[in-house]
């Protein structure tokens, strides 16, 4: 899987992309109580939703149209770039016209409804490029592998995106309505049982003749700025930073595998030629394929060997063997002591976690777990192989596990492992 050149490149565009769709859509509402200062920002915000939404659904046919014509790759790259140079120069815009002219927000909402769609139209796409380049390299077809891989990936960098910003608020000072009682959506009638005021905060209640958003104030003139929807200027600069500078540079982050992703419309097609190719020989008599030319690389292609030996040794890296090819047991106690080591973390963590008893520790335990997570079946899938396995160590003649087995099966038995 490593060696599938063109599915590093597609992680190394995904990981970015996810972080780019998914944030603004995150923060929007931050930015549009806070920067904005809007005590009614419910109404701005499922209006902003609204275009975002049909902006979105719009962009799906012309992204497709794009692919069909340049190819799925090439018809991300301008979608990408536009986005990221709208939030940057967006991003530069002061508060202050943000605040007078509450108007761009709906148009900020459509790059927002692009960056949202963007994810879920090409990108797949593009995987099932790689799988089909794969199946190439290796005369098997593993889409279940490399969507797997991808989706854990993107789930954990979601995991991230979703929480690291809210991380950063609160370090900064964020306060849930920088500390008043009640107001900017959250009834002081209901709250606090004071049925006339729009907020209560410390040294300032907004008295009125009922406790609706925009009620005129009795004792005191209208402020610019309900207190209730203020933060202070760092919590107001790392909202507009997660929100519009980040995707920009993820934006533009995303692009650049883009440019090197070898798989065009045409050498897709080649692919699947050589694909066809290779089937047909290895269909032939003597089951000895016919050799098909990379279209990649430029190189003659034969079948991979598939036996249970080669399937056994794909488990591991060509370090691993190397470090372990004169003691084969060497491998077990490797494999037993990195699995020790995730659970040894797993612990820690944990107690770290019920030691400190923090938001912020807490979180960041979790995302420390949910990595781990990730790597201890990896390395227990591994040892499970090495234990059941019936390969053999590379230039060796030493069997690992069992003494049983030949080096030419079919290797089922070791895949299953």
Same mark, same amino acid.
């Given at each position: 899987m490593l060696g599938n050149r063109p599915y590093l490149l597609y992680l190394a565009m995904r990981v970015p992309m996810s972080i780019f769709s998914l944030i603004p859509s995150n923060i929007v509402i931050f930015f549009l109580k806070h920067n904005m200062a809007l005590e009614d920002y419910s109404g701005t915000y499922f209006g902003a939703l609204i275009v975002a939404i049909a902006s979105g659904v719009a962009s799906v046919p012309i992204m497709v149209g794009c692919a069909s014509r340049q190819g799925k790759s090439r018809a991300l790259i301008p979608f990408l770039l536009s986005c990221g140079t709208i939030y940057l120069a967006c991003f530069l815009i002061p508060d202050s016209v943000w605040t007078s002219i509450p108007f761009l927000i709906y148009v900020m909402a459509v790059p927002l409804g692009f960056s949202t769609a963007i994810p879920f139209v090409l990108p797949d796409a593009i995987l099932a490029d790689t799988i089909d380049y794969d199946e190439l390299l290796t005369g098997v077809r593993s889409a279940g592998m490399f969507t797997v891989v991808e989706t854990n990936l993107q789930q954990w960098v979601e995991i991230v995106g979703g929480v690291v910003p809210l991380m950063v608020?609160?370090?900064?000072?964020?306060?849930?309505?920088?500390?008043?009682?009640?107001? /900017?959506?959250?009834?002081?009638?209901?709250?606090?049982?004071?049925?006339?005021?729009?907020?209560?905060?410390?040294?300032?209640?907004?008295?009125? /003749?009922?406790d609706q958003i925009g009620? =005129?104030?009795?004792?005191?003139?209208? =402020?610019?700025?309900? =207190?209730?929807?203020?933060?202070?200027?760092?919590?107001?600069?790392?909202?507009?930073?997660?929100?519009? $500078?980040? =995707?920009?540079? /993820?934006?533009?982050?995303?692009?650049?595998?883009?440019?090197?992703?070898?798989?065009?419309?045409?050498?897709?097609?080649?692919i699947l030629a050589a694909i066809d190719a290779g089937a047909k020989g290895a269909a032939d008599e003597g089951g000895t394929p016919d050799e098909v030319l990379d279209p990649l690389s430029g190189v003659l292609l034969q079948r991979p060997d598939l036996s249970a030996r080669a399937i056994y040794q794909a488990h591991f890296s060509p370090r691993e063997w190397i470090c372990t090819a004169a003691q084969p047991s060497?491998?077990?106690?490797?494999?037993?002591?990195?699995?020790?080591?995730?659970?040894? /973390?797993?612990?820690?963590?944990?107690?770290?976690?019920?030691?400190?008893?923090?938001?912020?520790?807490?979180?960041?335990?979790?995302?420390? +777990?949910? +990595?781990?997570?990730?790597?201890?079946?990896?390395?227990?899938?591994?040892?499970?192989?090495? $234990?059941?396995g019936q390969g053999t160590v590379p230039g060796g003649g030493t069997e690992l596990g069992s003494t049983g087995g030949s080096d030419t099966s079919t290797g089922s038995e070791v895949a299953r492992a």
């Open positions: 608020f609160q370090i900064l000072g964020y306060k849930p309505l920088n500390g008043c009682g009640c107001g /900017c959506g959250v009834s002081c009638d209901i709250s606090l049982g004071m049925p006339y005021a729009r907020w209560v905060c410390d040294g300032s209640v907004g008295y009125t /003749c009922s009620a =005129p104030l009795i004792y005191q003139p209208e =402020p610019e700025e309900a =207190p209730c929807a203020t933060q202070n200027d760092s919590v107001n600069w790392g909202i507009k930073v997660f929100f519009l $500078l980040i =995707p920009s540079i /993820c934006a533009y982050l995303s692009v650049v595998p883009l440019f090197f992703m070898p798989i065009s419309k045409q050498k897709h097609a080649e060497k491998l077990k106690a490797l494999l037993g002591a990195r699995l020790t080591a995730w659970s040894l /973390c797993a612990a820690g963590l944990l107690a770290m976690m019920a030691a400190v008893g923090t938001d912020t520790a807490v979180t960041i335990g979790a995302l420390l +777990l949910a +990595l781990v997570f990730m790597l201890m079946p990896y390395d227990a899938l591994r040892l499970k192989t090495v $234990l059941a």
